[in-house]
């Protein structure tokens, strides 16, 4: 007989929904982590994100019902430069993480406890035999763990901040890149707060720090009182779900889009596909290999972008006439693991020019 009992290293998303998906299927899970209690792994929580999402795609694949904690936006203000766009994008997302009632850590963690999921906190590994073979590793961003598993990480730098949203601010978000960063920043009000982060593949230096809040005072009015800098580590080189007799899950395993960095949607995909790599590896890996198909091209072409002089007048160009890049679109709208649409192309076309407050 099979051992029935399964270690997950982790309790975020990940991590949790594995747990979930085997629990129904009468394993003995338990799930360690290194946070106090569930949502406290990461200094940035509680912590809002914006992200393309199907709840009806998911529920279908892993049996949760994620609808009372992925809300769709009333609208996402974009800006390329100096010009500002609106979006009503219902598939357009907000999700909240963290320790606090209404995210989805908390709902996933109800859940997984009521399938009698057991939790050990305080709880980190630094090597890989602190888990047994066969164990699924969901930790995230942890270097440690990371280097433990001989992959190289590369280093996130960027900036948090939070503060209670004001009136009328929830289910709204906006969002603008910069030559500061490689990636962009975004800030989001849901649930009665608002949260904003920055983040780049590369260091931001202080000159690109003074003009991040420069373009925060003009697009947004406003400035935070207090922002604090933080770290991560990933390795975008290529997804992998079996590492030294392990199962690999989440950012851990690169189950992420590499051009946005949109994570959440394949976390949870991916949990679910690290559950059934415990009982059916050939099956799990050809599933892991479909939602990550797309993942090598997409990467090539986010580094041909940012070696492009101006890329941001190309992306001011792309919003206003994207139906001229409507080939490159094709494969850059399902940079998302296991997203069932073309996001890009769905985005697009709710989007118009920003003339007047909504």
Not at 33 to 58: A, R
Not at 167 to 176: N, P, Q, S, V, Y
Not at 319 to 334: E, K, N, S, V
Request: overall charge positive; hydrophobic content about 40%; glycine content about 10%.
């Amino acid at each position: 007989m099979k051992n029935k009992k399964v270690v997950i290293a982790g309790a975020g998303l990940s991590g949790l929904t594995a747990g979930i998906f085997l629990a129904k299927r009468g394993y003995d899970v338990l799930i360690v982590e290194k946070g106090k209690g569930i949502g406290e792994g990461d200094p940035f929580h509680p912590s809002l994100h914006v992200t393309p999402c199907d709840p009806l795609y998911l529920k279908r694949e892993t049996g949760i019902d994620f609808e009372n904690v992925f809300k769709p936006l009333k609208w996402t203000k974009l800006w390329t430069l100096d010009k500002p766009w609106i979006s009503d994008d219902p598939l357009v997302m907000g999700i909240e993480r963290g320790k606090r009632e209404t995210s989805v850590d908390y709902f996933l963690y109800n859940e997984a406890k009521k399938l009698g999921v057991k939790f050990n906190f305080s709880t980190e590994i630094k090597k890989v035999d602190d888990v047994p073979p066969g164990s699924i590793i969901a930790t995230g961003f942890n270097k440690k763990v990371f280097e433990a598993f001989g992959r190289k990480p590369f280093d996130l730098d960027g900036f948090y901040h939070r503060r209670p949203s004001k009136k009328g601010e929830d289910g709204t978000a906006h969002l603008f890149p910069g030559y500061y960063t490689t990636d962009y920043y975004y800030n989001a009000s849901l649930n009665g707060i608002t949260f904003g982060l920055l983040f780049s593949r590369r260091p931001i230096t202080k000159k690109g720090e003074e003009e991040w809040l420069k373009d925060m005072e003009e697009k947004l009015g406003e400035v935070p009182e207090k922002y604090t800098r933080f770290r991560a580590s990933m390795d975008l080189s290529k997804p992998v779900l079996f590492l030294k007799d392990r199962i690999l899950a989440g950012t851990f395993s690169a189950t992420i889009d590499p051009s946005l960095g949109f994570g959440i949607f394949g976390a949870i995909l991916s949990g679910k596909i690290a559950g059934m790599a415990v009982y059916d590896k050939e099956k799990a890996l050809r599933e892991f290999r479909r939602i990550n198909r797309f993942f090598h091209i997409v990467k090539f072409l986010w580094h041909i972008n940012q070696w492009t002089p101006y890329r941001l007048h190309l992306a001011k160009i792309t919003m206003q006439f994207w139906w001229l890049f409507y080939p490159m679109l094709l494969i850059t709208g399902r940079s998302i693991p296991g997203f069932s649409q073309n996001y890009m192309i769905h985005g697009f076309k709710r989007t118009k020019p920003y003339k007047e407050e909504v």
